[in-house]
């Protein structure tokens, strides 16, 4: 009989779901830590869930921008695997400050390869109805969706212990070797045992990879997600304009991705009282939104931003995936990452 090369996959957010998965789907014998219930919450958890790069421009970082486009093609082969998809909304609308700033922006995104349109005001009006005044021009990416990421995370983990997997919930302190190679993981004092380990739980990894020796340079960026109190149907899509990205809710509400105040915590009621007037503005709301919820989420990013994928230190059988945006990279990092692991 064959023997199961048996994986330890760490961390059970989008990423690590996505690893567990894409092993499982290549014949591996799958274990699946996460951290469980009343953990700190996840980068996953969020997540705006913006799956596309019109919102970035091509400029700013051209290698990171052309993986975003290679990334984007892999949800079609995932949802080949797997069916539908928890998508809310299709399609995202944006536009500067002028009409000038937003024409550049469009004809650098045609010249990086992004499949956008340039759209009049009365085609914003069809699509957007609800806006208060609509730009004269804006950029329609009708590639790009959004998806609920706690929910892509749990299609693969049930996809993933459908093929077999194990899911097992606990905090990992430290990972395992003899001899030059890895054996495991101790988990809340239990020796839980594997051929190879992938730390795959963001920034957490950092200190896993530090207890076999391993230093890896990563660190935490914060970023805001609020959660508004109004009608999700008065915006159809994804909106980036006048300093805010916009989108309806799973359920309910509108969802706002913001960056993370100089004041800190201080700043963060101030920021999402100025959102909400904002947005009130935008979509000519007879009050402004009361706050759901504002959630702070620690993005793991790499040193040089580009993503870890791969074999890590010296050890044999030990490998890390700690990516930004971990959302829109997963279903790529993950088939990446398996090929990494099998063929060692």
Known sequence: MTHKCKVLVVGGGVMGASVAWHLTQAGAAVTLIDQGPGSTPSATSASFGWVGASASAPSDDPDAFALRLHALEEFKRLEQALGTLPVTVRGALSWGATKNETAASIAEHLAAGSRVES??????????????????????????????????????????????????????????????????????????????????NAYGALALAASAGVALSIEQQPAVLLRLDADRTLIRHLLCAQDLELRPGKERGLM????????????????????????????????????????????????????????????????????????????????????AVLAA
């Open 119 to 200: 759209w009049s005001a009365t085609q914003v009006r069809q699509k957007e109805p609800s806006l208060a005044a609509v730009p004269d021009l804006a950029m329609w990416a009708p590639d790009d969706f959004a998806l609920e990421p706690v929910d892509l995370a749990r299609c693969f983990i049930q996809a993933a212990q459908v093929g077999g997997a194990t899911v097992l919930s606990g905090k990992v302190q430290c990972v395992l070797s003899a001899g030059g190679r890895v054996t495991g993981v101790e988990m809340q004092g239990q020796a839980i045992y594997a051929d190879k380990v992938v730390l795959a």
């Open 256 to 339: 706002s991705a913001l960056d993370y105040p100089l004041e800190g915590k201080a700043g963060l009621q101030s920021l999402a009282e100025e959102t909400c007037q904002s947005i009130a503005q935008l979509l000519k709301l007879p009050s402004v939104p009361r706050v759901l919820s504002i959630e702070v989420g620690q993005r793991p990013m790499t040193c040089n931003k580009l993503p870890l994928c791969g074999p890590i230190g010296s050890l044999d059988g030990l490998f890390a995936v700690v990516a930004h945006p971990g959302v829109i990279l997963a279903p790529l990092l993950g088939r990446q990452c398996t090929q």
